[in-house]
């Protein structure tokens, strides 16, 4: 079993995804999402304030460990903009352990506007965190802030290419791909 484990919170969070991809946001409740966890709703709000949370766990983990490809990235020597795709590398390694849960959310998030806005601001933290760190680093602020706004940038471009035909190509490859894009020939 991947990093869906058997708990609560887990099974929660798994079945928020496929309710909401089988029947629509709006459609799917608090009740039935518990029920297809087998918890009750009381246990669903321990875990979560609202329905929108349950799509959206914890950041502060993934912070982190972009934080550290970035540094891992300036300590071997890269410009700001590599490092910053640094992180985007392995946020895709990270989405790579549950393609699945991705893959639901791809389809849910960005046609329900509060999921989506949601989506948008834990970019927005992915952005801040990886320029801070390119900022501690030594890097111009404005320099960082853009290397870290086109990586991410990249990131939703590429995630979306993927989800579009994930079969198709890796997401590795279609980040790469997408990176390159920008680059020019």
Known sequence: MGRWAPDARGRLERAAMVLSAEQGYDATTVAQIATAAGVTERTFYRHFPDKCDAFFPDNTGLLALLVEAVRGARAAGVGAAPAALAAVHRLADIVLEEP????????????????????????????????????????????????????????????????????????????DATSSALRGP
């Open 100 to 175: 699945e849960r991705i893959l639901l959310g791809a389809r849910v998030i960005p046609s329900v506007p509060v999921l989506a806005g949601r989506d948008l601001y834990r970019q927005a933290q992915i952005v801040d965190a990886v320029a801070a760190t390119l900022t501690d680093d030594g890097v111009d602020a404005l320099a960082a802030r853009l290397a870290a706004e086109q990586a991410v940038g990249i990131w939703r471009v590429a995630l979306r290419q993927w989800a579009a035909a994930p079969d198709e190509h890796s997401l590795t490859d279609v980040l």
